[in-house]
């Protein structure tokens, strides 16, 4: 079991987009038992993107409890066979130091793979989050305020010697944006990910359905679902079908 965690410094860079899209392609494409714990507390959003509208009253703070078991706040999502622990939204603070054991515990379960959403930022939580991962995403947009806050995520996660991988969301290729040379040489890295900015993205989360599933052939979909095959260590290239989506504008 591999245990990824998104975070970025700055909010509504895409964490949410990407930790839904990744846990869809695990499930949906790559046929990984996957499930998504939500640990932002102030906007728990992830639920809304698999398009889980009703009230959840079993949450995250369910499974952390000293009594708590994981089965207590597990929703299974069926379009995408993704399951999601919702985030006790309007807690103004959830002690996560748990969550390492937690991450022991579903370790023991049925779970191929687990994807933590996160607060922006770099709360107390973080580093729990930190802690319980296996592999850590950071997500930014090609800005230099983002990739600024996005150095000092880098940074804590390499203090952690866990992986880091790095996304670039929301790339729309203009002039103004920072270019993929600058941004690897602020973060110091070898390599990023691209994600284009897209109209399908917004489409799907407003359906309720990560766009990986939604629009499979849309260039933000491929894009995602080649970052959850490299987190996988598998090679994902666009099937003819995706492509005919693609050109038809699915
Ligand atoms: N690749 C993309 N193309 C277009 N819009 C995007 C893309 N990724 C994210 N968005 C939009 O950006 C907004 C913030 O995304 P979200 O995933 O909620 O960010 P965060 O979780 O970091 O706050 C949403 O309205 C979403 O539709
Ligand atoms: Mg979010």
Redesign the pocket.
């Known amino acids: 079991m591999v245990v990824i965690g998104v975070l970025?410094g700055?909010?509504?860079?895409?964490?949410?987009?990407?930790?839904s899209n990744i846990a869809a392609s695990l499930a949906n494409i790559f046929k990984r038992k996957t499930i998504v714990l939500d640990t932002?507390v102030t906007?728990s959003?992830i639920r809304l993107?698999f398009g889980m509208y009703d009230e959840m009253k079993r949450t995250l703070k369910d499974v952390v409890k000293s009594d708590g078991t994981l089965e207590k706040a597990t929703y299974s999502n069926s379009i995408t066979g993704v399951d999601i622990v919702p985030s006790p939204e309007g807690l103004k603070h959830v002690d996560l130091e748990k969550l390492k054991s937690l991450a022991g515990q579903i370790a023991e379960s049925k779970y191929d793979f687990v994807v933590i959403?996160s607060a922006?930022g770099f709360r107390e939580n973080i580093e729990n989050v930190i802690k319980a991962s296996d592999k850590i995403v950071v997500?930014t947009n090609p800005y230099l305020p983002d990739v600024t806050d996005a150095m000092k995520i880098v940074e804590m996660v390499r203090k952690s010697k866990k992986d880091v991988v790095v996304v670039v969301?929301?790339i729309k290729g203009k002039k103004y944006e920072l270019d993929e040379d600058a941004i690897k040489d602020m973060l110091d890295v070898r390599k990023l990910i691209t994600?284009?900015?897209?109209?399908?993205?917004?489409e799907s989360?407003s359906r309720g359905v990560p766009v990986t599933v939604f629009a499979k052939g849309s260039r933000?979909a491929i894009a995602l679902k080649k970052l959850s095959a490299e987190l996988i260590g598998e090679k994902y290239s666009p099937t003819v079908a995706d492509r005919v989506k693609w050109f038809l504008g699915f």
């Open positions: 970025s700055k909010g509504g860079v895409g964490k949410t987009t990407v930790t932002n906007s959003h993107h959403d922006p997500v969301n929301k994600i284009p900015e897209d109209e399908k993205v917004p989360i933000a």
